[in-house]
Structure formats: C-alpha cells, structure tokens
C-alpha cells in the first residue's frame, strides 16, 4: 500500500492512435503505469473479422512492435504496462510478449487476463435460461438473425490488480471494461478492498477521463483553437490519490493542454447518465466538481460509489452481410435534382438481393463560390445485402463509371482513389447483460497458474437513471440569434446503437441560459433527425452541462449503420452550429466572436 498518488499514463485511446505513445510516455514525465486502450465496440467489429478467419490474430499486433523498443528501459524504471490489446486472444498476445523479452533479454513479467470470451458458451447460456436481451430493444439473441461470431463480457479491474499483486510487470488483457485498466492499478497500488466503493469510483472516473488519450488534453474538443500544440497533442497522465480523488495532467514536453475544459468534454463523454456502471463499482457522478490545480493541472472531486450491479454488459457480434462504398461528387446548382438523378439511375435494375442503397450528399454548395471545390459537394453511395454475390452483380464501381455521358452534369469521381466494387463484410452488434457469477474471471502466469477472480460479495440492482425535470420556457430579455456554439461546448459519441451528445459552458452566468434553452423539446427541433426518438435528457450542474441519450439515432451500432458519421462523432458539433436566442449580455464583443474557440 502506497500513500502516495499513483501515476498513470496513457499510451494508446484506440487501435489507430499514434503508433509512437510508449516512446512519447517514456520520454516524458515520470510514470508508475503506462496503459494502451485499443477496443472500441467499432474496433472489436472489425477484430472479429480477423480472428474468425485466423483465430492466433485475434490480437493487435502492432503493440508488439509499438513495446519492444523499450523493454529494457521498462525494466530499468520499474514501470508497469497494461493494455487491453489481447482483443480477442490475450493469452496469444501474452506468449508472443514473453518470446520477444526473451530474445531480448530484459526482465520482465507477463501475465493475461482470461474469461471474457463467452462465445462458445451462448448455447449451454441460453439453455440455462439466459435469454440475453439486447438491451434496447429486449429481443431476445434467440431470434437475431445473425449468426454470433464473437461474444465477450466486459470484466473489471480485479484481476488486473491480482496480476500486479503477484509480480506481473505487463498485464494483457482482452474486454475489461476501459476504466478498468486506470482502476486495476489503482486497486492494487494502494491496497483497496472490494468495498472501498468510493475510492474505486473516483478510480474509475479517473479511468474514463484518460481512456481515450488526447481526448483529456485537447483532441476532438470544441474549443481546440484556443489549445497550444494542436499538431500534437500529448497523452494524459492520471494521479490517483488514496482516497479515490484524482488530478488529471500531461506531460509537461508535450503539446494540448489540460483544463476543466477538455476534462469535462471526456466526462461527458459516452456515458448514460449521472450513474456510471461497472462490473467493481456503480459510480455516481451528479456532484463530481473540477478544480483548476496549476498549469495543466485539473483536480477530480466529488465521485462516489456504491455497490455494482450484478450483471455485467456482452458485446455480441455477428456477420449481417456485405457492403460497397464509393464516393461520387456534384458541383453548382440543382445539386438535389442532380443527387436525385444519380440515385434513380443507381436504382434502376437492382439485381435481386440487394438490401439497401443508400446515396447520401454530404453539404451544401456556396451560393457564390470563390473555388470550385467550395461549389462541390461529395456523395456518399453504399449498398449492402445478405450475401457478396448480388453486390458482385451490381458492380457499383462500374455502374458509376458508366454515367459520365449519360448523367448529371459535372458528375466526376475522385480520380486517384478509384472506384471500387470489393463487398466488406458488415458486422452488427448486439448489447447484451449476464450475471457476473456466470463470468469466469481469470489470470493466468507464465508458469501455468493462475487465480481465480471472485465475484463482487454484494451488488445493488442497477436502477434507472436519474431524472431530471425538464426546464420552464426561459427568461431571456433582449436575445440575438446566434449558433450554440458561440457560448457552448460539446462533445458526442456511441454506445451501442445510442449516440450521446453532453453540452456544457465554461462561465457560471450562462448556466441557467444553457439549461434552460435545451430542453427535450428544444433538442428535437435543434436535431430534425430525433424527431422520432427516445430523447432522455440529464442535468450536470457541478459541470454546468447538459447531457443528452439519443436512442436509435445510430441504429444498432456503429459497425453496421448507414450513416455516414456512423459513431456519432460529429453530432456534436452540429449541435453547436444551430441558431438560438442568445441573451446579449452573454455575448462576447456583441455576439462576433465564439467564447467555446
């Protein structure tokens, strides 16, 4: 047990961060953990591709290549390493690690996480009564029409802290939950117990804030014109106190910055609510406060914990069928009848089994362009069906092609990318819970041994998210239309087929502004394409934000909707584009400039 706040550092927020985090840590400011994140629900979609057809490649590979360069140094400091990058084989990844520390001769201890993969027991679940209802719909997995290919269970941080205890110095693991890989540390540097739930709530928000990388210091923020060394903003560093509080920093070397700011946007950030679930811990965060601390210094208060439910979420993926995309582009006026046209003659003589086609534009042409391209405006074309061979048939590539002489005027393809017709196999995802006692929670040594995870001893029933009244017409005085995002920040994600969008402002006096003007009603109107959605709306006032649930809005996940945008990335920022009354006392210079840039 250490009284002294350990610190951890992020290397890696997905499979596709930059592939120089490790070396970027260990070149800044000291650490006590490095940690990779690389399993996004869109990523494992993609993972599972590859390990159905090759089972030892169930792994991200290049974090391999991405730790070997520095292993002695590893060594030399001390330093521990836990990555979620086993995916779908851990235990493959782990024997991989140690054949490369053993050729290169460092010393170093490598254990992995197992239990998380249920695939192969869905049968013998279901005949045991567990219907495993997707959580949105409540269908039961029974009457999926996919056929599953990968199945896992999200595990908490406990045996990471097991393996830490017992001398690992690289933990590899497959589905824990991401806060797990800050709250796995936490647990075993300072001597937790499985009760300490407040100290493992702050843990995992601690976790959540740094999952995702330079998402904490300056990446995909709203206000990233006022950020320094945007070009490349540095990992974030967590240090976890005793008592579960946090401050959030980086590395002092390094570009972005920390400040309430970009810490708010990730706290905001794909969740469901002021109740946060997790196999160790619920964690509660209605009166979670940030406080400026120095220079790219932002304490975390306020967290607390009770006990967690006693299911934890499977993430089930199946193979749906196969797509093509290509991109076409029209240019000038009557872009809606050119973009018509172009879809009738795509339409015409589908060959049979052909699903969707789907021809979206993606923007607007200026009304008096100053360059060609600003009168330009990209079409999106994808088809999907159940099987290759209807869209082998259709031949996208070459129906497109076909259309120079015969079609819109100024219709042209982006010459260097090509046009292509190869059918990508489409994975959906299906949410699910299973009782955590029915989830084997393992670590496994190099020597064969292993110790078992027990179960939390007490769990609470998840209940429904807190409510929270929706507001009165607001009081504004003299206004001004102007976008949102002129006062107002925000950042949007995914989970599962649910996009969340939380909205915040920097000063205390357009607090009551904020909360006031964005109410359900008012969102449905802002976003046209919620209409027909379950909106659930929370309050954040610590926070001075406003966090939405837009449930459906991407279908049934990201992997496998239409949408162009298919995590919701941008939903956010669209937000801050649409016009509101603004009381003008808020403006800043008489409404001129952005106060969130």
Known sequence: MSERAIRIGGFSGYLGDRFTGVAEVLAGDPVDVLIGDYLAE????????????????????????????????????????????????????????????????????VAHVAGDDVLDRLPELQRAGHRLEHLDTGRDLAGWAAAPMAANAYLGGWGIAEA????????????????????????WWHGWGREDWDELAGAVLAGHVIECGAHATGGNFSGFTRIPGMAVPGFPIAEVAADGSSTITKH??????????TVTAQLVYEIQGPTYLNPDVTTH?????????????????????????????????GGIGYQVVNTAFVTGLDVAAKVELLRTQLARDLPEGITELDVTPLGTPAADPATQWAATVPVRVMATAAEREPLERFDAAARLGSLYLQGLPGFFHDGAAGLTSTPRPRIDHWPALLPMSEVPHRVRFADGSEVDVKPPVRTEAAGAQPVHPEPAAPELGETRSA?????????????????????????????????????????????PECAGLDVVRHEFPELRAVHFVLRGLLGTGGSSNLRVDQVGKAVGEYLRAKHVLIPVELLPDGGGNHVAD
């Open 42 to 109: 869109i990523t494992l979609a993609a993972l599972s591709v590859r390990y159905r057809r090759d089972p030892a490649r169930g792994y991200v590979e290049h974090f391999l290549d991405q730790l070997r360069p520095h292993l002695g140094v590893l060594a030399e400091r001390g330093a521990k390493v836990v990555t979620n990058a086993g995916g779908f084989h851990p235990a493959g990844l782990a024997a991989a690690l140690r054949e490369v520390i053993a050729t290169d001769g460092a010393d170093l201890r």
């Open 285 to 317: 965060l209605d009166a979670v406060a940030l406080t400026p601390d120095g220079p790219d210094r932002v304490r975390v208060t306020g967290a607390t914990g009770s006990p967690p439910p006693p299911t934890t979420k499977v993430a089930v993926f």
């Open 164 to 187: 830490l205890a017992a001398g690992a110095d690289v933990v590899v693991c497959g589905r824990v939950t991401d806060a797990s890989l800050t709250a796995g540390p936490a647990a």
């Open 252 to 261: 002092a070397r390094d570009g972005g910055a920390v400040t309430t700011d």
């Open 483 to 527: 976008p949102l995002g002129t006062l107002a920040h925000a950042r949007s994600g995914d989970k599962g087929g649910n996009s969340n969008v939380g909205v915040w402002v920097a000063e205390e006096r357009a607090w009551p502004w904020l909360r006031d003007t964005l109410s359900t009603a008012a969102l449905r109107e802002l976003l």
